[in-house]
């Protein structure tokens, strides 16, 4: 069945869509009648949608295009809203704020979402509504025992939110573009540096130079990560995602621009360095030589996932993170089906549709920006088309699709989905204003009309038509077709502006173009089970389950078929194995199995141990955390360890513990003793999301009503020697 939708879809996207008074897609024909002067009908077999007139108007030969352009003006209109309400606050009752909400299945405005909107766009079309929203996300701290600041929420989530999950930066991706306002300016430049200095004290490992937590948007863990860590999230919060580290990366070029503006030029200074040295990292680590991509994430010894996610992909591009032919080169790789780009590739045969085997239309207008960015037409086209048809087949800017067929439901049993899938959801209402201004008519942030459209979708556009205008609220713009277009992309070649109009002359130019890749697998093998690993003379024998890929402590170590040894070094050996396919691709990891001495430490706190040797130590906790349920929640415990060994300064290493179902270990650190010296342990306060005022409203669990909640029950403190690299025979 699946190989037969897939040869199917490969044939309906062969052809370049003719797209003016409607399209043709697996048997479907969505068909639209009417003008902007009088409105649109949408009309498919099972429905129709009547759109009203809307006061910005596109003006081309394709009546779906500016039919479409209407009816994302009238999604918009119905997510603009005087109250917001979600089961988890005030127990559902509705809470004032002229706003957006997120859309018809998610009646709440939560962090990322409405940032990735505002970011794509809509902050143009309604700043108020759109500061009135992160104004919203923005909280102080209610604990007079914590340090005290103005921080963006992480909202719930994974093993009880922040720092499992530490994107909640995206705050100031939308934020940035809403600075006129001076009173909203200054609370985003003190929220910039207090959220900062809080992940850098909380997420940030220096060892690797890279922020720890979940990737951005990806947070339905089965569905992107290991399928064990549905109940095990420690890895998360130990591993480093590419997405989130390029939004880090945004949030200190953004304070560094701040501190200048405010003459703090040694503040502006340290936020550039940090900015630097981060942008070095991701390059270090994340850059997947073999795959030419960046991978979605790392564990937290390094180790490589070969996995890759288009926003994290998209963000590095037009960051400027990755720059170069790694920027070229990583768009390049990443796969594409005739309905459109995956959010996550590759695929996963044993989840439902979701993040999984999915085409979101907000993470195509991301990669419509990075394409643009690096004037690849074929992918312009691509993203372009993909929003185009998922809104007009379905009468509405849904939340996600199928990726094979762009339907907004399949069902295939236990695999069916999209799960969820809500009509006008809110950054996918972006996308479409994205794909109009920004795709089509090429207006950049600082109001510069640069366009780079691909010819392949002049005969949509124009039609026999010299021009197509876009109308605004306080201006238009006019493109005009040259003689001649017998080039890949059409760009600026004269622009004129008279008041409030601007005029661009067109030219036909023929670039470099990278083509779609369409060769690539759809799925990843299934990851195998942990290895066995038992001690057998001077060496550890490795027992697997067929041939396998090794990694240990971090580093790949070639392959075993069943059965493979290591030898014995000082310090804790952790191994865990991929399978690979007949192309290479490998797996998922398995889950780790750590073997080598450890010394597990009970009692009161302090809690004291003498360093049986000179060098670095790994150290974590047992613990157990039944506050929340493994999906949610803002109550992951999270301390600050305290080691101060004699003869040597203090230590601080943040500890965090996650909600669990039995007992756990605890993301771990690094720190250094010299033999024989005593270490004292102590265990302090941290922070979590509990802490901060507004969760006061969360009514779904621990944490919120009743008051701040940061503990768990801790066990024994674990301290083993890290380990060496070790050869595998």
């Known amino acids: 069945m699946l190989s037969l939708l897939l040869a199917t879809a490969m044939a309906a996207g062969a052809a370049a869509p003719a797209w003016q008074d409607g399209l043709d897609w697996h048997g479907v024909h969505v068909g639209i009648s009417g003008d902007a002067q009088h409105g649109y009908t949408l009309a498919w077999p099972y429905g129709q949608r009547v759109i009203a007139v809307q006061p910005m108007q596109a003006d081309t030969a394709s009546p779906l295009f500016d039919g479409l352009f209407a009816m994302a003006q009238d999604d918009l209109k119905q997510d603009s809203v005087g109250a917001i309400r979600d089961g988890a606050f005030d127990h559902g009752q509705p809470i004032p704020c002229q706003c957006f909400e997120t859309g018809l299945k998610w009646p709440y405005v939560w962090t990322r979402d409405l940032s990735y909107s505002i970011d794509l766009g809509l902050w143009r079309f309604d700043p108020a509504r759109s500061r009135n929203g992160l104004k919203f996300k923005l909280s102080g701290v209610r604990v007079a025992t914590a340090p005290q600041g103005l921080y963006p929420m992480q909202d719930t989530g994974s093993g009880g939110s922040w720092p499992i999950s530490t994107d909640r930066v995206v705050w100031f991706l939308g934020a940035r573009h809403l600075l006129d306002d001076k009173a909203f300016a200054g609370d985003v430049y003190k929220a910039l540096g207090d959220t900062l200095a809080q992940d850098r004290q909380y997420a940030f490992d220096a060892t690797f130079g890279l922020y720890r937590g979940e990737t951005s948007f990806l947070d339905w863990r089965e569905q992107s990560y290991p399928a064990w860590t549905a109940d095990a999230v420690g890895f998360i919060a130990q591993s480093?995602?590419?997405?989130?580290?390029?939004?880090?990366?945004?949030?200190?070029?953004?304070?560094?621009?701040?501190?200048?503006?405010?003459?703090?030029?040694?503040?502006?200074?340290?936020?550039?360095?940090?900015?630097?040295?981060?942008?070095?990292?991701?390059?270090?680590?994340?850059?997947?030589?073999d795959r030419g991509m960046y991978m979605s994430y790392i564990g937290g010894d390094g180790t490589p996932y070969d996995t890759y996610d288009l926003l994290g992909i998209s963000l590095a591009i037009?960051?400027?993170?990755?720059?170069?032919?790694?920027?070229?080169?990583?768009?390049?790789?990443?796969?594409?089906?005739?309905?459109?780009?995956?959010?996550?590739?590759?695929?996963?045969?044993?989840?439902?549709?979701?993040?999984?085997?999915?085409?979101?239309?907000?993470?195509?207008?991301?990669?419509?920006?990075?394409?643009?960015?690096?004037?690849?037409?074929?992918?312009?086209?691509?993203?372009?088309?993909?929003?185009?048809?998922?809104?007009?087949?379905?009468g509405s800017n849904m939340e996600n699709y199928e990726l094979l067929t762009q339907g907004q439901h399949v069902d295939e049993g236990k695999l069916s989905g999209p799960v969820v899938n809500s009509p006008r959801q809110l950054w996918s209402v972006a996308a479409y204003f994205a794909v109009v201004t920004e795709g089509v008519f090429g207006l950049a942030e600082d109001g510069r009309v640069e366009p780079k459209l691909p010819t392949a979708l002049v005969p949509m556009l124009f039609g026999t038509r010299r021009s197509i205008t876009l109308k605004l609220h306080d201006r238009s713009i006019t493109l005009q077709l040259p003689q001649s277009h017998a080039g890949n992309l059409l760009v600026a070649d004269r622009t004129t502006t008279e008041g409030t109009a601007t005029t661009v002359r067109l030219k036909s130019v023929q670039v470099p173009d990278a083509p779609l890749r369409t060769d690539a697998s759809l799925y990843a093998p299934i990851a195998p089970a942990a290895p066995s690993v038992r001690a057998d003379g001077d060496s550890w024998k490795i027992t697997a389950d067929g041939k396998v890929q090794l990694y240990v402590n971090g580093q790949a170590h070639g392959s075993i078929d069943g059965n493979g040894h290591l030898a014995q070094q000082p310090g804790l050996t952790c191994i865990s194995v991929t399978r690979a396919d007949t192309h290479g691709l490998e797996s998922l990891h398995s889950p780790t199995t750590c073997v080598g001495k450890v010394a597990k430490i009970g009692g009161s706190w302090p809690r004291t141990w003498t360093a049986p040797a000179n060098g670095n130590f790994r150290v974590a906790l047992d613990y157990a955390n039944d506050h929340g349920p493994i999906n949610t929640g803002i109550t992951a415990a999270v301390k600050m360890l305290v080691i101060r060994c004699s003869g040597s300064d203090e230590q601080r290493l943040p500890i965090v513990m996650p909600h669990s179902v039995r007992t756990q270990q605890s993301s771990w650190g690094r720190f250094s003793a010299n033999v024989g010296s005593t270490c004292r342990f102590a265990l302090d306060d941290g922070f979590n999301m509990s802490y901060l005022a507004h969760f006061a409203h969360y009514t779904g669990g621990a944490g919120g009503s009743a008051g701040p909640l940061n503990q768990a029950e801790v066990r024994d403190l674990l301290i083993a020697p890290i380990a060496t690299r070790q050869a595998t025979r």
Do not use: C
């Open 240 to 289: 480093y995602a590419l997405s989130t580290n390029v939004l880090h990366y945004q949030a200190l070029q953004l304070a560094a621009t701040l501190a200048t503006q405010h003459h703090d030029t040694r503040a502006a200074a340290g936020y550039r360095a940090q900015a630097i040295a981060l942008k070095a990292a991701i390059n270090a680590h994340f850059w997947r030589a």
């Open 318 to 394: 037009t960051s400027g993170v990755a720059d170069g032919e790694r920027a070229r080169q990583t768009l390049a790789n990443y796969p594409t089906w005739p309905a459109g780009s995956p959010v996550i590739w590759p695929e996963r045969s044993n989840q439902p549709i979701y993040h999984n085997r999915a085409i979101w239309p907000f993470v195509s207008a991301y990669a419509l920006r990075a394409a643009r960015q690096l004037d690849q037409p074929a992918r312009i086209a691509h993203e372009i088309e993909s929003v185009m048809r998922g809104a007009a087949l379905y």
